[in-house]
C-alpha cells in the first residue's frame, strides 16, 4: 500500500449571490476527481499551468481547505474523515513548505519562537532547552547558524527564509513534505541551492516530498513520478524520464513543446505546438473533456461528450485522452492549432538567395545638373576679396541700368495720361511729370556727391 493515496478528491467552493440572505448560484471546480499514489521515499511532482488547481490540492491533503469528495489516505487514515482535533494531532505528520516564506512567517516572532511553536504543540521536547538544542541541529542541517534564533525573518535573505521554512516543517519530523513553490521567487544559484538541499535531506531522513512547480526542468530534476493537472483534472501522469521521453497527451505535448532545449541542433529540429484559445473557466468547464476546446486533435463526436478517464497504456504511464494511441502512431491528423519551429516560429534566421537587396533610392535630376558648391572652407583669402569685389561691380551695373528704365516709364505713364480727356487722368499724368522732374533732378545730383 503507498504511503499516500488520493481517491477522487473534490473542491468545489460555492458562489454565493443575494443581499439579505445569501444563495448559492454556482460552483467553482477548482479540484475536480483527482486520484493519486505516492510511495514511501519518493518525490511526486506536480505541474500545470496557473489556476490549475495544484496549489489547492495540496491544501486539500492538510485539510487546510475543506474536501468536497473524495479520500485522502495517509498510511491507512482517511484523513478527509477525521474531526478537527484529531486531524490537529495527526497533522504533524503531514507538513507544507509554502510559497512565500516571508507570507508564511510571523514578522513578530523571532526564528526560536517560529520553529518552537509547533514542537510545544505537538509536546516534542521536555523543556526549552532540549527544543532550542533540536532546532540548532535542524538549522545546521538546512545551512543556517546557530546565531540565528534571536533574529527576525525580515533580517534574512529570501533563500534563507525558504530555509527557515523548510526547518519549520522538520523540526516535526513528518513523513511527507508538500512544497508548494518552493523555489519560484528565489534566484537561480539560490534555487539549486535549495532543490539539493531537499535531495540531500530527503536521503538522510528518508522524507516524501510532493513538489508543485511551474518550472518543468526543475520537476523533472527532482521527481520521480510527474502529474499534470489541467482545469482541476490529472491529465497525465508517468515517471520523470518517460513522460519527458514521450508525452501522450496533447497538452503535456504542447507544455513540453514549450521548454527549450540547451542544444542548438536539437532546438533546432524540434516543433513547438501553439494552443489556441484560453483557459476555460473553473467555474463553467467544458463539458466532455475539459481540454477539447484547445485541443489540436480533438474529435467533435465523442471528446465534446465522454470525459475521458485516467488508464494505464503501459508501464506506469496514464493518460486522460480517447485518442492517445492514435497521435501518437499519426493516425489522427491536427483538427485546429499549429505546429511551427520552435526557434523562431515561422521566421527565417538568415535571409534566402532570392531575397531582393535594398536598392538605392535614384539620384534627383535637378540634383546632378546643379554643379557642386566649393566648400567656403577651402577658398582662398585672395580668392574672396576678388569674389566681393565683382558682386559689388555687378550690384552697381544693375542699379545704374534699372533707373533710366523707370524714368522712362514713368515718361510714357505721363503721356498717356495727358492724352486721357478724364480729369483724373489729368491729374495722374501732372504727378507723373513731376515724379520724372524730382528723378531727374537726383540723376544730376548724384555725380556732384560722387564727386
Given amino acids: 500500500m503507498s504511503l499516500l493515496e488520493l481517491d477522487g478528491v473534490k473542491v468545489h467552493f460555492p458562489i454565493k449571490k443575494g443581499l439579505l440572505f445569501d444563495r448559492t448560484v454556482g460552483h467553482v471546480y477548482a479540484v475536480d476527481g483527482v486520484s493519486l499514489k505516492v510511495e514511501a521515499g519518493e518525490t511526486y511532482g506536480l505541474v500545470g499551468e496557473s489556476g490549475c488547481g495544484k496549489t489547492t490540492l495540496g491544501r486539500s491533503v492538510l485539510r487546510l481547505v475543506d474536501i468536497t469528495e473524495g479520500s485522502v489516505v495517509l498510511d491507512g487514515t482517511d484523513l478527509a474523515k477525521l474531526p478537527g482535533e484529531e486531524m490537529r494531532r495527526f497533522r504533524r505528520r503531514l507538513q507544507m513548505v509554502f510559497q512565500d516564506p516571508l507570507g ?84 537561480v544559484s539560490v534555487q539549486a541551492q535549495v532543490i539539493n538541499l531537499l535531495e540531500e535531506l530527503q536521503e538522510e531522513l528518508g522524507l516524501t516530498y510532493v513538489v508543485i512547480a511551474h518550472d518543468l526542468a526543475v520537476v523533472r530534476h527532482i521527481s520521480d513520478t510527474i502529474g499534470v493537472m489541467y482545469l482541476g483534472s490529472l491529465v497525465e501522469e508517468a515517471p520523470s524520464d518517460a513522460l519527458y521521453a514521450e508525452p501522450k497527451h496533447p497538452y503535456t505535448k504542447a507544455l513540453m513543446s514549450a521548454v527549450p532545449v540547451p542544444d542548438p541542433e536539437v532546438e533546432d529540429k524540434r516543433e513547438r505546438i501553439l494552443l489556441t484559445g484560453d483557459l476555460p473557466s473553473p467555474a463553467n468547464p467544458p463539458s466532455g473533456c475539459r481540454f477539447h476546446t484547445r485541443c489540436p486533435w480533438a474529435q467533435a463526436e465523442r471528446c465534446a461528450t465522454e470525459r475521458p478517464e485516467l488508464r494505464d497504456i503501459g508501464g506506469g504511464h496514464r493518460v486522460a485522452c480517447h485518442y492517445a494511441e492514435d497521435i501518437a502512431s499519426g493516425k489522427l491528423r491536427l483538427t485546429k492549432g499549429e505546429v511551427v519551429s520552435a526557434t523562431r516560429e515561422g521566421v527565417e534566421d538568415n535571409p534566402t538567395e532570392d ?43 544693375a542699379a545704374t541700368a534699372e533707373e533710366p528704365a523707370k524714368a522712362e516709364g514713368k515718361a510714357e505713364k505721363a503721356a498717356e495720361a495727358k492724352a486721357s480727356p478724364k480729369p483724373e487722368a489729368a491729374d495722374e499724368a501732372d504727378e507723373a511729370d513731376e515724379a520724372v522732374a524730382s528723378d531727374e533732378a537726383k540723376a544730376s545730383e548724384e555725380p556732384e556727391k560722387a564727386v
Avoid at 532540549?130 to 542541517?141: P, Q, S, T, V
Avoid at 566681393?388 to 555687378?394: H, I, R, T, W
Fill in 104 to 187: 508564511s512567517l510571523n514578522p513578530r516572532q523571532n526564528i526560536e519562537s517560529i520553529l518552537s511553536e509547533g514542537m510545544i504543540a505537538h509536546g516534542i521536547g521536555k523543556d526549552q532547552e532540549e527544543r532550542r538544542e533540536k532546532i540548532k541541529a535542524i538549522l545546521d542541517k538546512v545551512g543556517l547558524p546557530s546565531n540565528a534564533l534571536a533574529r527576525y525573518p525580515h533580517e534574512f535573505s529570501g533563500g534563507q527564509r525558504q530555509r527557515i521554512g523548510i526547518a519549520r516543517a522538520l523540526v516535526l519530523e513528518p513523513d511527507v513534505i508538500i512544497c508548494d513553490e518552493p523555489v519560484s521567487a528565489l534566484d
Fill in 355 to 397: 531575397t531582393p537587396e535594398a536598392e538605392a533610392p535614384e539620384a534627383d535630376a535637378s540634383a546632378a545638373e546643379t554643379p557642386a558648391k566649393i566648400p567656403a572652407q577651402a577658398e582662398k583669402p585672395a580668392e574672396k576679396a576678388v569674389v566681393a569685389e565683382k558682386a559689388v561691380e555687378a550690384e552697381d551695373k
